[in-house]
């Protein structure tokens, strides 16, 4: 059964930090684009960051330079760490995986490529 379980979510003060995980299981492929989402209430769901199977990483403006993407291939998890919160990073926090040569092709930042997403985890930062 493939599956991607997240965890590492909670409440933070703005300024601190939070370091999410997601961990991969059933994946039979042997190159995956992975990526990080959030939806905020009221919001549209949006890319954080993803991962190519080369290594290669992409932010989005909001999280570029707080936020650090980074794999353990053996250990199968990828994890968010998330630094200089801001209350606006308040969110479910989502991971998604997909077999694929690169996260540059199709619609991976939009969301659209990825059929395998983990269940979330509530990240909320207070001012």
């Known amino acids: 059964q493939v599956q991607l379980v997240e965890s590492g979510g909670g409440s933070a003060q703005a300024g601190g930090s939070l370091r999410l995980s997601c961990v991969a299981s059933?994946?039979?492929?042997?190159?995956?684009?992975m990526g990080w989402f959030r939806q905020a209430p009221g919001k549209e769901r949006e890319a954080i960051a993803d991962?190519?199977?080369?290594?290669?990483?992409n932010y989005a403006d909001s999280v570029e330079g707080r936020f650090t993407l980074s794999a353990d291939n053996s250990k199968n998890t990828l994890y968010l760490q998330m630094n200089a919160l801001k209350p606006e990073d308040t969110a479910i926090y989502y991971c998604?995986?997909?077999?694929?040569?690169?996260?540059?092709?199709?619609?991976?930042?939009?969301?659209?490529?990825?059929?395998?997403w983990g269940q979330g985890t509530q990240v909320t930062v207070s001012s």
């Open positions: 991962i190519s199977p080369d290594g290669t990483t």
């Open positions: 998604a995986a997909e077999e694929a040569y690169d996260c540059f092709s199709g619609s991976f930042w939009e969301g659209y490529e990825y059929n395998i």
């Open positions: 059933g994946l039979t492929g042997s190159r995956y684009c």
